[in-house]
């Protein structure tokens, strides 16, 4: 064992203020001429004097006078963990519902506000019969009795050219 | 004294004889004030170890119900050292529900320090208590009871169960280890 070994043997002695006098002084003379081991030997210290600041703030914790506390009985915290059991999973299950039911009554309200059950899509009628043509353009009435229908005319090209009033003629029924 | 599950204990409690056979047994009165003294002293025991006063309480009730359930008397030479490794016992296996209490009220700083240099100081000891948590468990109680109870080694050892010099090869280790742990910590942060 070398020097620095030997001294920081003593190291648990020196901070338990439990060495002797020859060796408190061997190790002394050894810390003045040797940088490592002082510092070694700080670092513990310093460690051991927090410590025992630590140990001071929880006796002064502990010394707080206590507040007496009543604790339930064992029967009645089984109870209460049972009750609160049953509340957590009573509002899960109220919430699931209630999702499912919002949805699905958002579906509903769709359907029954816009297509009331008793009637069917309705239908938009274009009828030419009743078209008018005034200078240049095809008057088209369309009729639907749901204001929520969006109409969305699509221009395009005739395929052919019926003449109007000839539908019947030609066997075309409104479209 | 305490109302509720403690009150139960020392009123309902039935003195026994000692196992020599030799001393009287105590009376309920001789058994409040023996379990008071030795209350004290868990307490704060198991704040060093759990820092949380409720459940430092908590701890060391269970501990005393436990003594009561094996009929253990403060007359037993045996009681004092066994209630303090049953505290230790109970503590280093308790999860710790609550945080711990902050340190910052309750060091005992010299009112002249500097507000920087208190709240690296109420810092250094926070890391330093946290490092004592990561300490193997012989490490931990050896250490606790020594630096911060500042008991002897012999008695330490007789509560852990141990012989002298297994008690101070723990301490040893444990200094070192937490020493290891700050200066890692402080290189670290100093990055």
Redesign the interface.
């Known amino acids: 064992m070398n020097g620095c070994e030997a001294i920081r043997a003593h ?2 002695d020196w ?2 203020d439990a060495l002797g006098q020859a060796d408190r002084d061997r190790v002394a003379a050894h810390l003045q001429d040797c940088r490592d081991c002082e510092a070694f030997f700080a ?2 210290r310093s ?2 004097t ?13 010394a ?1 006078p ?1 507040t ?4 339930p009985s064992s029967t009645a915290r089984v109870l209460l963990r049972i009750a609160a059991g049953v509340a957590l999973m009573t509002t899960v299950g109220l919430l699931v519902v209630s999702y499912f039911d919002d949805s699905q009554r958002d579906a509903q309200r769709f359907v029954q506000d816009d297509f009331p059950r008793d009637s069917e899509v309705p239908t938009i009628e274009v009828s030419r019969f009743h078209s008018t043509h005034e200078a240049g353009r095809i008057v088209v009435p369309i009729a639907c009795d749901n204001p929520k229908v969006h109409i969305v005319w699509l221009y395009n090209t005739a395929e052919r050219d019926v003449p109007l009033g000839d539908e019947e003629e030609n066997g075309e029924k409104p479209v | 004294m305490w109302p509720g599950r403690f009150e139960a204990m020392t009123y309902d409690l039935k003195p026994a004889s000692s196992p020599s056979g030799g001393s009287a047994p105590l009376s309920g009165a001789g058994w409040t004030a023996a379990v008071e003294d030795h209350r004290r002293g868990l307490v704060r025991l198991a704040m060093k170890l759990v820092w949380h006063r409720d459940d430092a309480e908590d701890l060391v009730q269970e501990a005393f119900q436990l003594a009561v359930a094996k009929r253990m008397t403060p007359a037993d030479e045996r009681f004092g050292p066994w209630l303090y490794r049953t505290v230790s016992n109970l503590c280093l296996n308790h999860r710790r529900k609550r945080k711990a209490e902050p340190l910052a009220d309750w060091l005992d700083l010299a009112d002249d320090v500097r507000p920087d240099d208190r709240a690296q100081q109420v810092e250094r000891l926070a890391r330093l208590r946290e490092a004592m948590g990561r300490l193997p468990d012989r490490q931990r109680l050896a250490l606790t009871l020594r630096a911060l109870e500042e008991m002897e080694y012999p008695r330490i050892a007789e509560i852990m169960e141990l012989s002298v010099s297994a008690v101070r090869a723990h301490v040893h280790f444990g200094r070192v280890r937490l020493a290891e742990s700050m200066s890692d910590e402080k290189s670290g942060a100093s990055r």
Request: proline share 4%; net charge positive.
């Open positions: 190291l648990d901070l338990d670092r513990h460690i051991a927090d410590l025992a600041a630590l140990g001071g703030a929880a006796d002064r914790m502990a707080l206590v007496p506390r009543r604790r």
